[in-house]
């Protein structure tokens, strides 16, 4: 199977295959395909999230693509025909990683002709709004740069709700949203529901209220049809647990009770012993700058057992790694519970984890379920290996590694160690440290993201190169830990500098993350020359001089980084974020961006799902579940949209 598929803008849309699939036994193939139309359903959801105006846009748009009667040769229809994949990529208007509007790449004009030459009777407006209305405030939206410019402002000067365009509060400030919150937080437990995740935060007639989404609340269409979907795949669950979690799932979609989420959550990360797994809710909080409300998203798998046995071994050993952090003892776990890890395949992708995916998870996010019962990570192994098969011979390592050595090292070890550094990251990394007593995170703010990430990932780089890795046969030796220190410092100084706009700063978490990564040690090590640039051919590359003093570095920052997490040190997750992480290098990114240009490459890639067909006997009872690969971008954005838009295109 052909892992690219195209490229547009600056996106490219790979394929994943789903190894070993067609060997899994009938129950099992079953309960993925019920499990993975769960997880196509809630699209509608997210792209409400995401905003006011996603869903009318789409269906706007969608209707012009199928039904434009005019040349569809012309340079503006090949415009408009990026703009639109463009907007199916990022579930919305704006760029699923800058978080900027997307320009829409032809005029206001050009979409008055398609609109015109394009066929309307069968399309349905809102309830008591009339078409030229509906298309002129899309029109205002697509085109006026000051509408709806940015989905996730970080910018701490600005008012972060007003200034941001998501859908996650309405007629609502920044103010009225943390006292409302730190109003509902203060008389509760140490066993505090995640307040707002599942709700839209509104201002009417002065007083704030939740919009809970639930089946008779806000998203209720969808969630309907979530739950017919959970229903039938608890009939083919592998064991007791799994099937007890799904039911209390069903029931937290039902009712809209918090409570019912951290039941399932925990239910979820103690079972370990099933081959298939899933995730299906409102879970990661990116998409709100006070960190609250989650994007709903799902992912359907099930278990490498080959690759798990690194992740294992890794859980086996949490203690260890715990009691050997470099963070103060202090801040350390004295009791490691329920850490389990597993390298998985993915069968399905939905919401905010399509067509962009992660290549893992550490779940779940509340912090005194993670401290009590534990926590499930995993590392996503035929998500990896796609992008590593689209890496091969492209010229990218060629170009911004700075030796022959360098990029011999990543030939060889480069998979395996970003592999490993994801295990660590997600396996121990999200899992390790403690909060001191009476500390609530959202302190951190805006800033919690980014210093979290962080935090993983200096677990990671710090253990990659520790003796023990090859000790427990994760490694065979410490050139595939320099290839992992290689190649994060390539990409937190260098490469990931591709992805942003000139002139523009760095707004994503995890590119923050790792710029501050990079930057930091970079600056501390100076003294020693522990890293530099170098020019070379008037190109700039990054050298490590010191590999073993670069570790001790990592650990020192980790610390830092600990501390700050369990104080809740806010003023100082400021001053590392603000300092090293936001700013970019303006020459230095006009070189990059140059270079880059050259190889004809696309910064951001995704991923098509496959497609699985549930056949039956005669009588209905399911007897096989076959899966296919040969549908394209386009087809499968317009079937999502046909058969799982079930939301009006205003909610």
């Not at 550490?362 to 998500?383: D, Q």
């Not at 060889?412 to 609530?440: M, R």
Request: charged share 25%; hydrophobic share 35%.
């Amino acid at each position: 199977m052909d892992v690219f598929v195209e490229k547009f803008a600056d996106l490219k849309i790979l394929r994943y295959s789903v190894p070993e699939f067609e060997n899994l036994n009938l129950q099992k193939k079953i309960y993925i395909y019920y499990l993975s139309q769960a997880a196509l359903c809630g699209r509608d959801i997210l792209w409400d999230q995401n905003n006011l105006n996603n869903l009318a846009i789409r269906s706007v748009l969608e209707n012009i693509l199928k039904t434009f009667k005019g040349n569809r040769e012309t340079p503006e229809f090949k415009q408009f025909e990026i703009y639109l994949k463009r907007v199916w990529f990022s579930n919305g208007i704006h760029h699923h990683y800058s978080t900027e509007k997307i320009p829409a790449g032809f005029s206001e004009t050009y979409l008055d002709k398609l609109i015109s030459s394009s066929k309307w009777w069968s399309f349905k407006t809102p309830s008591g709004m009339k078409f030229k209305s509906l298309i002129a405030e899309i029109k205002e939206v697509i085109f006026n740069p000051e509408r709806e410019s940015k989905r996730v402002n970080l910018d701490s000067e600005k008012d972060l709700i007003v200034s941001s365009s998501n859908n996650y509060y309405q007629n609502v400030s920044q103010s009225e949203a943390e006292s409302f919150y730190a109003d509902l937080k203060a008389s509760v437990g140490e066993e505090p529901v995640s307040f707002g995740l599942n709700s839209t935060l509104v201002k009417e007639d002065g007083r704030l209220i939740e919009k809970i989404w639930k089946l008779d609340g806000k998203y209720g269409k969808v969630i309907e049809q979530i739950v017919f979907w959970l229903k039938k795949s608890v009939e083919f669950a592998e064991n007791d647990l799994q099937k007890k979690y799904i039911e209390t799932l069903i029931q937290y979609y039902i009712t809209g009770d918090l409570a019912l989420f951290d039941q399932y959550s925990i239910d979820w990360a103690k079972e370990v012993n099933g081959e298939v797994d899933f995730i299906n809710g409102f879970i990661e909080v990116y998409g709100d700058p006070l960190g609250i409300k989650g994007s709903w998203e799902s992912l359907v798998n099930y278990k490498d057992k080959e690759a798990t046995k690194r992740a294992i071994i890794l859980s086996e050993n949490a203690q260890w790694f715990e009691d050997h952090s470099p963070v103060n003892p202090e801040y350390r776990k004295p009791e490691v519970k329920g850490v389990s890890a597993k390298v998985i395949n993915v069968a399905m992708l939905g919401g905010d984890c399509y067509p962009a995916t992660p290549i893992g998870i550490n779940l779940p996010n509340s912090e005194w379920i993670r401290e009590r019962y534990g926590s499930k990570s995993v590392t996503i192994e035929n998500i990896t290996q796609a992008y590593f098969l689209d890496s091969m011979n492209n010229g990218m390592l060629e170009e911004f590694a700075g030796s022959l050595e360098e990029i011999e090292r990543a030939k060889q070890y480069g998979y395996l160690a970003g592999n490993l550094h994801t295990d660590l990251h997600e396996c121990l990394g999200h899992g390790s440290g403690k909060v001191k007593e009476g500390v609530n995170l959202d302190i951190l703010k805006n800033y919690y993201s980014t210093i979290e990430e962080t935090r993983a990932d200096l677990f990671a780089l710090y253990y990659i190169m520790d003796e023990q890795m090859i000790k427990l046969g994760l490694i065979p030796s410490i050139e595939a830990a320099k290839a992992e220190f290689d190649s994060y410092l390539r990409n937190g100084l260098l490469t990931q500098l591709t992805r942003i706009e000139p002139g523009k700063d760095i707004e994503e978490s995890h590119m923050r993350n790792r710029q501050l990564i990079a930057r930091w040690v970079y600056e501390a090590g100076k003294s020693k020359n522990v890293v530099e640039f170098v020019r070379s051919n008037d190109k700039t590359f990054v050298r490590i001089n010191d590999y073993q003093e670069l570790r001790k570095l990592f650990g020192q920052l980790l610390k830092e980084v600990q501390r700050i997490k369990s104080e809740g040190d806010l003023e100082a997750a400021r001053n590392l974020v603000e300092n090293y992480a936001v700013k970019v290098d303006r020459q230095l990114h006009e070189e990059i961006l140059q270079r880059f240009k050259k190889l004809d490459m696309a910064p951001y890639s995704g991923f098509l799902n496959p497609v699985y067909e549930l056949k039956t006997w005669p009588c209905g009872t399911p007897n096989d579940v076959l899966i296919s690969y040969d549908e394209d971008f386009t087809s499968q954005m317009l079937r999502y949209s046909k058969d799982f838009g079930f939301l009006p295109i205003t909610e």
